[in-house]
């Protein structure tokens, strides 16, 4: 964070802090976090009369209203009113100091104790200080994840300020999210046709996190210590919530391990059933995987756009935006898994190429940017911590991927235009990838397209597969569909 955004928030927090803190004395730091990728987090210094305290605050992006939450997002104010009530019934929580008000001058968000712990998901996934923890997690996982379901929402006047959606709805909203970007990505229409095709039976709504995973949960070596980012809970089907923590997504890298990367489905369903009562079906949890892929291959879409028109144009957001593809082939591998091949397998492990002589650019365009990418991760990242070290290896990550779609781009592309000549669609524009692809999401929005067909099925596999080849090539997902 700059200087001049330190000093943005240093006054009109002072005041803020002065009138909700006992015996401040003065804000001695604001430094925002890495991460948060849709809201930001800052960790806050203070000078108290009892000595040093820490505080954190979550704030809409830009500091203004938070513009960019969907209309069924109760937003941060609500955020703050559920986790208070989900304190209330036992669920870790950090105690809320202060919620924002217009009049403060700071944005939409709220003030909350720090609290000690890890929230990097790698960390609690692969870290050797939590391999007792891991022993027991999901089943943890299993029972708050029961206890939040069971608040009482009347009870804790949340009913007017939380939108109801069930099943078919939520399908229908995050398709029409996705329609409204200018990109045809047919992967992501084949999916919101599956769903549409498989609703469970509708259930009582109950209380929804919205985003309870591996990232969201706080914990020390003994167990969880707080459920983070209430921003988009909702009313419905309370298996959503068991379905997200299994997504693929949120394994970082660890997949035979499904409940994030840490545990295993049988204790997360027995945590649950034991707090609350009830066995969980098992095959709605798989339908609420295959949603959770299909909605954040939607989410990483929308941080492109939130780059190209939202007040945090940070290098961050272009990068979530390409994690669809991962998201994508995670919906391959639960709904139409089959054989799939590479067609550079080079590009998995290759960094460098030999020059030849028939280079005619010297230094080459890949010298060119593996130079730059090198000293963002050698140089840059090496002095420098927090978010600017965090964006540093975004960033490099960034130029790898256009590297690797130097490479083999246009190979990719031409296969891809065979495939869909092949499949007889409708087009004014044969010789182009978009007009073709134009072609199959619409003949998929409107029905006129089988899901059935196999040749569909093969062209999707191969092209999502070799697209996260490009933007991801060491994502669990790829391992798994290149898997004999």
């Avoid at 609350?276 to 339908?287: I, L, M, N, Q, Y």
């Avoid at 780059?307 to 709904?335: A, F, K």
């Avoid at 898994?337 to 492990?349: F, K, M, N, R, T």
């Amino acid at each position: 964070m700059s200087d001049a955004s330190r000093h943005d928030l240093a006054e009109p927090l002072t005041a803020v802090l002065l009138g909700c803190v006992a015996g401040f004395k003065a804000l001695k730091n604001v430094e925002r976090l890495s991460g948060g990728a849709s809201q930001e987090t800052y960790r806050l210094t203070l000078d108290t009369e009892a000595g040093e305290l820490l505080l954190a605050m979550r704030r809409a992006p830009g500091g203004g209203a938070d513009i960019e939450r969907p209309e069924s997002s109760p937003g941060l104010e609500v955020e703050a009113k559920l986790m208070l009530a989900a304190a209330a019934v036992g669920v870790p929580e950090p105690e809320i100091v202060h919620v924002l008000e217009e009049a403060d001058g700071i944005g939409e968000g709220f003030i909350m104790q720090w609290l000690e712990g890890e929230a990097l998901g790698a960390r609690i996934a692969r870290g050797k200080n939590f391999a007792e923890l891991r022993e027991h997690l999901a089943y943890d996982c299993g029972r708050i994840l029961a206890q939040i379901h069971a608040i009482d929402i009347d009870a804790a006047s949340l009913r007017d300020d939380l939108q109801v959606i069930d099943a078919a709805e939520f399908i229908e909203q995050t398709w029409e999210r996705y329609r409204a970007f200018p990109t045809p990505q047919p992967m992501i229409d084949y999916t919101a046709r599956w769903l549409l095709d498989h609703l469970p039976e509708k259930t009582t709504p109950a209380l929804v996190h919205n985003d309870f995973r591996n990232g969201n949960v706080m914990v020390n070596e003994q167990g969880v210590v707080a459920v983070l980012d209430w921003e988009i809970a909702h009313l419905g089907d309370p298996l959503r919530d068991l379905g997200w923590i299994c997504t693929n997504s949120w394994r970082f890298g660890v997949a035979e391990l499904p409940v994030g990367g840490f545990g295993t489905r049988e204790d997360l369903y027995r945590g649950y059933a034991d707090a609350s009562g009830t066995p969980v079906d098992a095959e709605r949890v798989k339908f609420w995987e295959v949603f959770g892929s299909f909605w954040w291959s939607v989410g990483c879409l929308g941080m492109t756009e939130s780059y190209r028109n939202g007040p945090d144009q940070t290098v961050e957001r272009p990068g979530i935006g390409r994690r669809s593809s991962e998201c994508q082939v995670d919906c391959v591998n639960l709904i139409i898994p089959g054989p799939v091949a590479l067609l550079d397998e080079s590009i998995l492990v290759a960094d460098k190429r030999e020059p030849t002589p028939a280079d005619v650019q010297f230094p080459r365009l890949d010298e060119l940017l593996l130079s730059v990418r090198d000293f963002l991760r050698e140089d840059v990242m090496a002095e420098t911590s927090g978010r600017l070290q965090f964006l540093a290896r975004v960033a490099a990550n960034s130029l790898d991927i256009v590297d690797r779609e130097v490479r083999v781009g246009d190979r990719l592309e031409e296969r891809e235009i065979i495939s869909l000549r092949a499949l007889d669609l409708e087009t004014p524009d044969e010789d182009s990838l978009a007009g073709l692809r134009w072609a199959l999401v619409d003949a998929l929005r409107e029905g006129r397209q089988s899901l059935d067909d196999p040749e569909l099925q093969a062209y999707l596999r191969e092209s999502c597969v070799n697209q996260l080849a490009i933007d991801q090539p060491r994502y669990s997902g790829l391992r798994v569909a290149l898997a004999p």
